[in-house]
């Protein structure tokens, strides 16, 4: 149990390291309400926004990662990044000193960095999450540093040499898209039998996602045997208007709608077949609804990381997958058509994917957790 402890998380960057330290913050609260659980985070990364928002303190320290370039921007960046690592140390120190945690976890992002690091020096319980199937940086530095490492994909135990055996635990996902039900977000969306593809880039959209959905539509909305439902991030106005300048009607092809963002736990139950990226949590949402899936992973993140996360499904039969050097209009074209033509197929992509889902992910980090302290 873990009532009345002091728990301090480290995390920052992106929502993907984020987002999973605040479900379990929040679920560390609804089982023990007397416990205190205060973060670590920047000043100047989503975290300042989401973690007061969600109601917890954030304490800061000041911390970046290098950049791998030799231009002068990056010599410079880079130059800063290492005052910036000296000075950290002691101020995750002070904090830890302050704070007093009887338990300090880290979610990822390199802030958890030298958190981890002085936690465990100081002998104080240590964790980590790592939300991908390729470890990142910080994370593969503190595995052999920290009492437990739990993961979400098994893949990742070989890319890292920890001190204990790792957890398998899972990523939380959101209650709302577990509570997703098919015949009812179809009816929601108004959508008859015609099968439904969900595309999507990201929220600040990717260009070559967007284009090759856009060559996908031009060369199937005229059989209208499918509904397309895609987002694009910014700059829906001008997708829509390319297809325009294209010969597409739309307000005479209902089967094709347009979106800036897509309100996943609405539509994603919906969905026939789902064309995107491979981040850690679109893949924990696709398999606990047992979604089939056409993953393209971004090659610019760090440590190619999605592309690890794609092949984890892929190797289960639970994905395919269209790696971005490869991807045209043709290519998108032809993978959806001949998965559209194999029902067998799509349901067994899609079978498999609900068999990798792990739907109490909280409640194993949560078990995790308490063993430890």
Not at 85 to 108: C, E, H, N, T, Y
Request: proline share 5%; charged share 25%; with cysteine.
């Amino acid at each position: 149990m873990l009532e009345n402890k002091r728990i301090l998380i480290a995390t920052g960057g992106t929502g993907g390291h984020i987002n999973p330290a605040l479900g379990t913050a929040g679920y560390i609260k609804e089982k023990n309400p007397t416990a205190e659980i205060v973060f670590v985070g920047t000043a100047d990364k989503m975290e300042a926004r989401l973690v007061p928002e969600a109601g917890y303190e954030l304490r800061t320290i000041q911390i970046s990662g290098f950049w791998r370039s030799f231009s002068p921007e990056a010599i410079k960046h880079n130059i800063g990044t290492v005052s910036k690592l000296l000075k950290a140390s002691s101020q995750a120190k002070k904090i830890i000193q302050s704070f007093k945690p009887d338990l300090v976890i880290g979610f990822g992002g390199y802030v958890s960095g030298p958190v981890l690091r002085m936690a465990a020096k100081m002998g104080i319980p240590t964790a980590i999450h790592e939300q991908n199937a390729f470890p990142g940086v910080t994370n593969k530095a503190l595995a052999g540093k920290v009492d437990r490492v739990m993961l979400t994909a098994i893949q990742a135990e070989k890319h890292i040499k920890p001190k204990n055996p790792c957890v398998l635990t899972g990523l939380p996902i959101r209650g709302d898209i577990l509570k997703g039900d098919r015949d009812f977000a179809r009816a929601e969306l108004g959508l008859t039998d015609k099968p439904l593809i969900l595309s999507m880039g990201g929220s600040l959209g990717a260009k070559p996602v967007n284009d090759a959905v856009k060559g996908l539509i031009l060369n199937k909305y005229k059989d209208n045997d499918c509904v397309f439902l895609h987002a694009t991030g910014k700059n829906s106005d001008r997708f829509k208007e390319e297809l325009e300048e294209n010969g597409v009607d739309l307000k005479a092809n209902p089967h094709i709608r347009i979106v800036e963002y897509i309100d996943i736990p609405k539509c994603l139950p919906a969905a026939d077949l789902v064309i995107g990226r491979s981040g850690a949590r679109t893949l924990s949402e696709l398999q606990a609804l047992g979604k089939p899936s056409i993953l393209i992973p971004s090659p610019y993140v760090t440590e190619n990381h999605q592309y690890h996360n794609a092949m984890a499904l892929v190797e289960n039969g639970a994905a395919e997958i269209l790696e971005e050097k490869d991807l045209t209009p043709e290519s998108l074209t032809e993978r959806v058509n001949a998965l559209l033509k194999n029902k067998n197929k799509l349901s067994e992509i899609g079978k498999c994917a609900k068999e990798m889902a792990v739907l109490d992910a909280t409640e194993r980090i949560y078990q995790t957790l308490c063993e430890i302290v």
